[in-house]
Nanobody, 116 residues
């Protein structure tokens, strides 16, 4: 069964950095594109980043370009999100997401709080 487990969230000061991880299991991770989403309090879930199956192609929401970097280690079945120059408005629960077959899968999320 497909499982996605995020980790690496926490409290960070504005301008700081965090690296999120998403451990995947239950499917052939290296065959699938992956995405990151986030949901801030009182707001709808929004797309953050996309990475293709071999990591050679990435794309980001405009507000994250130049600050966030998605990567993956297919040998470890793990997706990453490096977040730099964090701002208070980046505070949210961050989720990894995959479409495997005809089903959508979400992790449980990891909380990122950017505050002084």
């Amino acid at each position: 069964q497909v499982q996605l487990v995020e980790s690496g969230g926490g409290l960070v000061q504005p301008g700081g950095s965090l690296r999120l991880s998403c451990a995947a299991s239950g499917f052939t991770f290296s065959n699938y594109a992956m995405m990151w989403y986030r949901q801030a309090p009182g707001k709808e879930r929004e797309w953050v980043a996309y990475i293709n199956s071999d990591g050679s192609n990435t794309n980001y929401a405009d507000s994250m370009k130049g600050r966030f970097t998605a990567s993956r280690d297919n040998a470890k079945n793990t997706l990453y999100l490096q977040m730099n120059s964090l701002k208070p408005e980046d505070t949210a629960v961050y989720y990894c997401y995959a479409v495997v077959g005809i089903r959508n899968y979400w992790g449980q999320g990891t909380q990122v709080t950017v505050s002084s």
